[in-house]
């Protein structure tokens, strides 16, 4: 995976999360050889790129 761009000021998150959902989350996204950081990232691009181009 591309290395994040180390100049890029980050924020850490902390959210309540059900414990048995967040083990299947990440055992749904180890069989597709992803991690939860990078996909709740990705998800939230998603989610202001299509606010920014006027979609729910």
């Known amino acids: 995976m591309a290395r994040e761009n180390e ?5 850490s998150v902390t959210m309540r ?4 959902l967040y ?3 990440k ?3 180890l069989e597709q050889g992803k991690i939860v950081t990078y996909d709740v990232r990705r998800y939230m691009n998603e989610v202001v790129e299509n606010h920014r181009e006027g979609q729910k």
């Open 7 to 11: 100049k890029e000021e980050m924020k």
């Open 27 to 29: 055992k749904a996204l």
């Open 17 to 20: 999360i059900p414990k048995e």
């Open 23 to 25: 083990f299947e989350y």
